[in-house]
């Protein structure tokens, strides 16, 4: 032992990441001659707001160079907790804390972070080892169906593919309303194609009827948009699915509401009283005025996206109840919800959620939009608990975005590994299973963009607009978003791929991440690719859902070992995203006296594994 501690290793820690309330676990402290001299060392443990609990360490083993001591933990409460050690040598008490992401040393530090999550927390299986597929339903597949009832200020675009308008008029408001006419049912004629890419489960972009093209500003919860369809073509979109073994997600907006919409009905579009027509409206209390009716809280100060107060109880029946917003859609097929701006909502309007949909099946999943470390989040001045059990089952996974595509640009391997790890110490290992794992989204530019096109830094929504990557960007990028999905497809957690990213749909910004799938005019060696990591995948299942420790990390190759569940097989997953092949030396690791089973993808030879320039190796070992 050479640290004083190290949180990621078993040396030290008995029990890798987070603890199940009642889950006994050992933590180990080395200590050298020279500093215990006086008394033994203590673990110090707490959470926000609570006291300090103070545990005695007793010494385990001793040589030439120092102690070690011990000390055996039970969690009871739940909650994020932190740690360090401490002791004394000639009157002076001594500290052991972070530095880096996991290693303890004496001096300045961070605390250790130890989070406990509910013991019975289970997470729905139907994700877990699969794959997700995100569409933003508008610019998908248009079924050319007739549409009943669609809105007249609707601007609908004839032709598939044009840029997205993007320009504000006269008063500098950007309307988005214009649409291209993707339906429920271009999705259900596009399964087969969806299903040949190993997708398990969709997640849409919100549905619901709204009067801009994206849809988050919900105008009635309880119907389809019409351009997208009815609800019994949702249904029958489910329906479908299912049968070809593909489960749907929907985006549930629950934050705010449209300004133009039923419950608001700022534009007096429908026939209902709104909360802005009158204070005598049933909605009335859903929003907070501040100069009743033209000055209210609204989304990030935009006038089109009211907030409302989600613990108002006709606002949370309306959601949660028993004939709620909620058990409706789950009742016409749906698998579950990712919660837009999650951290903008209420614990408490989390917890009746959870109970709603858990209550109604626990196999529905709850997926959140986090983008920082949701284990330890804080929003508005509370610490939140989304992990713990009783809220989210998992998150949508961008510290992951943040650390595949900064490597891949060239930033720090140490930094990728540690923000990696960190997250897998940190979550729970049933969020861990569900985590979406994406490198693109409707919220931030395309990734092969990302990874090969001019920075838009100081640029307008003009040149945006329709800067594209020259031939040469796209095959550099397009070789590094390949490489970059060997990490997304196999860390632990689900890939999961923004429609036409599979094409090599390029884009910046909203809306240009938000173009028509580019039917007829894909990449088709980037679909075949991703079907190809998503077979791989499938084949290599036994070992999607175990331990992941990394073998090496540095400037060229990223390593990692993938377990099975007796942790007596292993597979491993080496990335070269180099211009020259790269020779692994597998003698000295933990792969140096396991056989090898099979070689999926790259050479292993006389313990050396040999990865080609921008390429990865797959290979099965067994201890």
């Known amino acids: ?116 999550y509910d013991e019975s927390f289970n997470t729905p299986d139907f994700v877990k080892g699969g794959m997700y597929y995100q569409i933003f339903p508008d610019r998908f597949y248009n079924s050319n169906t007739p549409k009943e009832n669609v809105p007249q200020d609707r601007a609908i675009r004839n032709t598939w593919g044009e840029t997205p308008y993007y320009r504000p008029d006269s008063n500098g408001r950007i309307w988005n309303n214009d649409y291209f006419g993707g339906d429920l049912k271009g999705i259900m004629q596009k399964l087969d194609y969806i299903k040949s890419l190993g997708v398990t489960c969709i997640y849409l972009n919100p549905i619901f009827e709204a009067h801009e093209n994206h849809r988050y500003n919900t105008a009635d919860y309880m119907k389809v948009d019409p351009l997208l369809g009815t609800n019994e073509d949702f249904k029958q979109l489910c329906e479908k699915a299912k049968e070809m073994g593909i489960s749907i997600i929907l985006d549930g907006v629950f934050n705010h509401t449209g300004a133009d919409s039923r419950y608001f009905n700022k534009n007096n579009r429908y026939d209902s009283v709104g909360a802005y027509n009158s204070k005598n409206s049933e909605y009335y209390n859903w929003y907070s005025f501040i100069n009743y009716p033209d000055v209210y809280e609204a989304w990030w100060g935009i006038d089109t996206l009211p907030n409302v107060n989600e613990d108002t109880k006709n ?209 088709a060696d980037l679909v075949d690719y991703v079907r190809y990591l998503s077979a791989m995948r499938k084949e290599l299942n036994e070992y999607i859902l175990g331990k992941c420790e990394f073998v090496c990390c540095n400037d060229y190759i990223v390593s990692f070992l993938r377990y099975n569940k007796n942790e007596d097989k292993c597979v491993l997953i080496a990335m070269n995203k180099s211009n020259d092949c790269y020779d692994l030396k597998l003698s000295g690791t933990i792969l140096s006296d396991a056989k090898l089973i099979k070689t999926y993808q790259g050479n292993v030879h006389d313990k050396t594994a040999s990865i080609s320039p921008k390429n990865f190796l797959v290979a099965d070992f067994e201890f």
């Open 1 to 116: 032992m050479k640290e004083f501690y190290n949180s990621w290793s078993k040396d030290y820690k008995s029990v890798f990441g987070a603890l199940k309330t009642g889950e006994q676990c050992t933590f180990k402290v080395f200590i050298p001659k020279t500093i215990a001299k006086e008394t033994n060392p203590v673990m110090v443990i707490f959470r926000n707001g609570y006291k300090e609990r103070f545990l005695s360490m007793q010494k385990d083993s001793e040589n030439d160079d120092g102690a070690v001591f011990s000390t055996d933990y039970i969690p009871t409460l739940m909650g994020v907790h932190y740690y360090y050690f401490a002791l004394m040598n000639n009157g002076v008490r001594f500290f052991i804390k972070r530095t880096g992401a996991n290693i303890g040393v004496i001096g300045e530090g961070e605390m250790f972070q130890l989070t406990v």
């Open 315 to 523: 606002y949370s029946d309306f959601i949660c109840g028993d004939e709620g917003v909620l058990r409706y859609w789950l009742s016409m097929g749906a698998a579950g919800f990712r919660l837009d701006v999650a951290d903008e909502l209420p614990d408490s309007f989390l917890d009746r959620l959870c109970r709603c949909v858990k209550g109604y099946s626990p196999d529905k999943i709850i997926l959140g939009e986090v983008w920082e470390d949701a284990s330890n989040k804080e929003s508005y001045g509370v610490k939140r608990r989304y992990l713990l059990g009783q809220q989210l089952d998992s998150v949508m996974n961008y510290p992951f975005k943040d650390a595949i595509i900064s490597y891949m640009k060239g930033g720090s391997a140490q930094t990728f590994k540690d923000w990696i790890m960190t997250i897998l110490e940190n979550y729970p290992k049933p969020s861990i299973d569900c985590l979406m794992n994406f490198l693109s989204t409707h919220d931030i530019m395309r990734a092969i963009t990302n990874f090969g096109g001019d920075s838009a830094e100081g640029k307008n929504k003009d040149w945006q607009a329709e800067h594209y990557l020259c031939a040469e960007q796209y095959n550099q990028s397009k070789s590094i978003f390949k490489c970059a999905m060997v990490l997304q497809f196999f860390l632990p957690g689900v890939p999961c791929v923004y429609y036409g990213d599979e094409a090599g749909l390029q884009g910046y910004g909203d809306p240009f991440n938000r173009r028509c799938y580019p039917w007829g005019n894909e990449d």
